[in-house]
């Protein structure tokens, strides 16, 4: 087991080191990129059944580094991918936070009882209030097709010493909501957590649910159960978040980008005394879309469209742009107050039965990754965030994120001391790139031969033998 979990993580390296398109990272500069693949803790789900847990102090790389990117997605007990219609991904998301040392938590109640003098969120730049959307990563169904990668030179920075405070560790906390689908009755009704389905009429804290409230997060908790066909039965299935992170170590070298996170629900409305900080934000996470009347599908299609203006209250460049949306999403963008288009972020729909391509699941969100430097935020500037939905039917619990990375700075000007001095190591750059040439050869060779061990290995065991446990 242990030989093919190394000899499995070696060929992930490989391929990630020559698949890479950061590909400085692999010719010659030492601060390469590193990769590494967890699970989290196993959840079990039969039909219709709900996991909404939250685990805390999960394995992620330490040490003072610069995220890359940020992968993941539901696998069996042996390894397989497991698909939408079977259990669907609500969503998953990545906190950061401090804890005193020698303090545990293993879950939200644990964590509930614990003070600020114990428990310290270590939340991403902004813009949401205190408690809404703090997480570094998060998506949902379409995480298998989105892109997540930070080009070089930047890195999302963590595990800085200076940034940790006395006395305190930082750890990573990993939220997983999961419904099991299979022999539903409705199965878009169950994923968007219709109310009626699960039988729901209080929260999870037994509070009375208000009467208009008709699906979304609130009925669709951990050990909810939506309905399932009469006399339909499977079994209970054993799951995990099987995710894959890629770093690099911090150094001169890295430029910092931080992460912010707009919801289209937001309720922050400019003030005389506004500053745009994180208390005038509601952000309410989701929301719901009303079906639109038939005449209206000839006027406009029924589209809902969102639109929210908000104040910048930090500046710099945007590295990276991706927006988070439901099914029956038609994409999301960020524009300028004067209608200038910064990003905008597509779901891409599956139409088959396979894995990554299931029929009206999103099944991946496109990316905007603008030149370095050309796109620039400034302080105080007022951005338009966009959200459209499908009005055709109603939906309930659905949601309209958009995540951008940022840069202080731009990317360093070619005509440096710099460039000066790297023509003269031309030299020297050739032959390491001969050399990290000869060095992927004998990667290539020990795949294979690690690929045909195994090979003669399983084919001398009986069955098959999951390779990740
Ligand atoms: C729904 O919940 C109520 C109590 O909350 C229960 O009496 C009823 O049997 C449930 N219905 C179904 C179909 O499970
Ligand atoms: C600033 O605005 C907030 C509302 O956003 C209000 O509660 C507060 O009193 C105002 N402060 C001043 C000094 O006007
Ligand atoms: C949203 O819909 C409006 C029309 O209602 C359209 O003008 C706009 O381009 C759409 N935006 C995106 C990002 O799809």
Not at 161 to 168: H, K, L, R, S
Not at 225 to 253: A, H, I
Not at 308 to 329: E, K, N, R, T, W
Request: charged share 25%.
């Amino acid at each position: 087991m242990k030989s093919y979990k190394r000899g499995w993580l070696l060929l992930v390296g490989i391929l990630v080191m020559l698949s890479s398109p950061h590909s400085q990272a692999f010719w010659g500069n030492e601060n390469k990129i590193k990769t590494a693949v967890f699970l989290s803790p196993k959840f079990v789900l039969g039909p219709g059944s709900v996991e909404n847990r939250f685990y805390y102090n999960i394995d992620f790389p330490k040490g003072h580094i610069a995220l890359k990117s940020f992968n993941a997605e539901v696998i069996d007990e042996a390894g397989n991918p497991v698909p939408l219609h079977e259990t669907y991904l609500h969503h998953w998301v990545v906190a950061r936070y401090f804890l005193r040392k020698g303090v545990e938590v293993s879950d939200l109640n644990d964590r509930k009882k614990l003070t600020s003098s114990d428990y310290i969120s270590a939340r991403n730049s902004g813009i949401c209030q205190r408690d809404a959307l703090g997480q570094y990563y998060g998506l949902g169904s379409e995480t298998r097709k989105t892109a997540t990668h930070v080009p070089d030179p930047y890195g999302i920075e963590v595990g800085n010493p200076a940034e940790i405070p006395d006395g305190f560790e930082e750890k990573w906390l990993l939220n997983v909501h999961a419904i099991d689908t299979r022999g539903v009755e409705d199965k878009l009704g169950c994923t968007e957590c219709k109310c009626d389905l699960y039988n729901v009429t209080e929260d999870e804290y037994g509070r009375p649910l208000r009467p208009d409230y008709k699906g979304g997060l609130l009925c669709c908790y951990d050990h909810t159960q939506c309905r399932v066909k009469q006399g339909f039965e499977d079994v209970r299935r054993n799951l995990y978040l099987r995710y894959t992170v890629k770093w690099v170590d911090m150094d001169t070298s890295v430029v910092p980008v931080k992460v912010y996170i707009f919801d289209i629900t937001d309720g922050w409305k400019r003030s005389s005394n506004s500053t745009g900080m994180n208390s005038e934000h509601s952000c309410k996470v989701e929301y719901e879309i009303e079906p639109c009347r038939a005449t209206e599908l000839a006027d406009n299609g029924c589209i809902d469209t969102r639109r929210i203006s908000l104040d910048m209250p930090f500046g710099g460049y945007v590295i990276y742009g991706v927006a988070h949306q439901h099914a029956g999403g038609s994409g999301s963008a960020l524009y300028r107050e004067d209608g200038q288009l910064l990003c905008s972020s597509i779901p891409a729909y599956g139409d088959g039965e396979e894995v990554g391509n299931e029929a009206g699941y999103i099944v991946g969100m496109t990316t905007c990754y603008p030149q370095p430097g050309t796109v620039k935020i400034s302080k105080g500037e007022t951005l338009i965030l966009e959200s459209n939905y499908s009005s055709i039917r109603h939906h309930t619990g659905v949601m309209g994120l958009f995540y951008i990375l940022v840069a202080d700075e731009p990317p360093k000007p070619m005509n440096t001391l710099y460039t000066l001095v790297q023509s003269q190591t031309q030299d020297s750059i050739i032959l390491l790139t001969i050399l990290w040439a000869g060095v992927a050869l004998m990667g290539i060779v020990t795949v294979i031969a690690v690929a045909i061990r195994y090979k003669l290995k399983r084919e001398r065991e009986d069955g098959y033998e999951a390779i990740m446990m």
